[in-house]
């Protein structure tokens, strides 16, 4: 399904990013795995997918920092030659409530998932304009869509993403490149993992399927996204959260 395509999977040593690498792979691209502390669990997603017969490759970089970025997007086209797929995946939480959220916390979540997704679209939008054809996928969360206490910075980062999906879409539409988003609900991975057990049970009382998201729930749809199977959705937000947010 992806075979002969290059794909950049941003925070993709860990969660949800190291399963949409791996799976990427299992169907055919060659993967460069983002990181940005976890040196070593990125190397260690590239030798799993090189074990499988797969192509992979690691790169370091804080995707908050603009320059750095650029600079990643021009080694990548220069050693690649092209980028097919962009998955936004790098992001980060600081909860608390309003009324106790720091400035900085606030910030350092804007700047990580909303800036991040803005810098990786920007920096690789010239190279995809010219292959006339890309496919970005954005990772959002249904908190973007519907809000949630104790999740100011997050959710507005997250419905930020929703807005750079749906614009971009519209910018890039007519050379070929489609630009999605994809909202978890809750998924089982360390960001999810501070949670304790009786809460996790509560939450899952809640949801339509009884069950917390499984990391592969996410990576399918994402893999699914970025194929051309998907060639004519474009601009869309797709839920993966097993009915949790209807
Ligand atoms: P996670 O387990 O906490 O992993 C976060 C990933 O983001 C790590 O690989 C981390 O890389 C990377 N990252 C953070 N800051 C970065 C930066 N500045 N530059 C590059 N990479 C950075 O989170 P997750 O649960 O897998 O979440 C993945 C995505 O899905 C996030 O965008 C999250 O908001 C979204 N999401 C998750 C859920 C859920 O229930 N888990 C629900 C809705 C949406 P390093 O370790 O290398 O720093």
């Not at 996790?200 to 051309?228: C, N, P």
């Amino acid at each position: 399904m992806l075979t002969g395509k290059v794909a950049l999977v941003t925070g993709a040593g860990r969660g949800i990013g190291r399963q949409i690498a791996l799976t990427l792979a299992q169907y055919g691209a060659s993967v460069i795995v983002n990181y940005n502390g976890s040196k070593e669990k990125a190397e260690e997603v590239a030798a799993m997918i090189k074990e499988q017969g797969g192509e992979a490759s690691v790169y370091g970089c804080n995707i908050s920092d603009y320059g750095a970025v650029e600079t990643m997007m021009k080694e990548l086209v220069a050693q690649y030659g092209r980028i097919d797929i962009l998955v936004n995946n790098a992001g980060i939480t600081r909860d608390g409530l309003l009324m106790k959220m720091s400035e900085a916390d606030y910030d350092a979540v804007l700047d990580t998932n909303l800036k991040g997704t803005f810098n990786c679209i920007k920096h690789i939008s010239r190279q995809m304009l010219k292959q006339k054809g890309g496919h970005i996928i954005n990772l959002s969360s249904v908190v973007g869509i519907y809000g949630n206490g104790g999740q100011v910075n997050y959710s507005a980062s997250k419905a930020g993403v929703i807005g750079i999906t749906k614009s971009v879409a519209k910018e890039l539409g007519s050379r070929g490149i489609t630009v999605n988003a994809v909202a978890p609900g809750f998924i089982v991975t360390e960001m999810t993992d501070a949670m304790p057990e009786e809460a996790k049970k509560q939450v899952a009382d809640h949801i339509a399927m009884k069950r917390l998201g499984d990391v592969k729930d996410v990576a399918e749809t994402v893999a699914f996204l970025a194929s051309d199977r998907a060639a004519y959705i474009t601009g869309q937000v797709i839920c993966v959260d097993g009915g949790m947010s209807m």
